[in-house]
């Protein structure tokens, strides 16, 4: 079975500060990992996938296949990235996308 | 900027009662989701569906649920006979090229409550 933990409900961080927000995954196959966004009174909205491999707003995530970890990284946080963000996978061949929890982040001034 | 979506934003309804939640897909896209967030929980994947039938759905998407596309614009979820825990947000989404390839966009929601 699919699951993705993301184990902070909370993270607050001062702007300039970086900012690493969490997450892990079980799957045994190969999984396709994102990051979603959701701003304030905004539509979840896609901020990156692992497959593309670029920096979207600053942020980058790698995947550890190792650790299973697929951890959501900014080096100077500013106060715009405030938002819940969503950890998510899938797999080749499948539509179904697994969402974590979600951690609200707040970047304070 | 082309968008998902999803009429109405906020619905009530009693127990038992059946409600249907629209949404409009972006034109050009192919696969269509329907996904929900019971309050304080997760994000949670109910059914996926492409050329004109669904192709996967998962455990909760049971007999009292159904998706249409009635015509070239409208993809629909039916709920027949509401239940108190399916009061959630439910969220359209839809992709040009299913989730792994292409990004799949979301709708802003409908709020289901169910009284």
């Known amino acids: 079975a699919q699951r993705v933990t993301q184990p902070e409900k909370l993270l607050s961080v001062f702007k300039g500060a970086p900012v690493e927000l969490k997450c892990n995954y079980s799957y045994s196959g190969s999984p396709e990992l994102f990051w979603y966004v959701q701003y304030s009174r905004q539509r979840l909205q896609l901020l990156l996938r692992h497959i593309s491999r670029e920096s979207i707003k600053g942020f980058t995530a790698d995947l550890n296949k190792g650790e299973t970890s697929f951890h959501l990284k900014k080096p100077f946080a500013q106060e715009e990235d405030s938002a819940m963000y969503y950890c998510?996978?899938?797999?080749?061949?499948?539509?179904?996308?697994?969402f974590g929890t979600g951690t609200r982040l707040t970047i304070i001034p | 900027e082309p968008e998902v979506t999803q009429t109405p934003s906020h619905q009530v309804t009693q127990m038992g009662q059946e409600v249907i939640l629209r949404c409009v897909p972006i034109?050009?896209?192919?696969?269509f989701y329907w996904y929900r967030q019971i309050l304080g929980q997760k994000v949670e994947f109910l059914v996926s569906f492409y050329n004109n039938e669904i192709s996967e759905k998962s455990e909760i998407f049971d007999d009292q649920f159904s998706v249409e596309r009635p015509d070239g614009s409208n993809f629909t979820l039916k709920i027949r006979s509401t239940k108190l825990e399916d009061s959630a947000m439910y969220f359209c989404?839809?992709?040009?090229?299913?989730?792994?390839?292409?990004?799949?966009?979301f709708g802003q929601g409908t709020r289901l409550t169910v009284v």
């Open positions: 998510a996978l899938t797999n080749f061949g499948n539509e179904k996308l697994t």
């Open positions: 034109s050009n896209h192919l696969y």
């Open positions: 989404a839809s992709s040009e090229g299913g989730t792994v390839n292409t990004e799949a966009f």
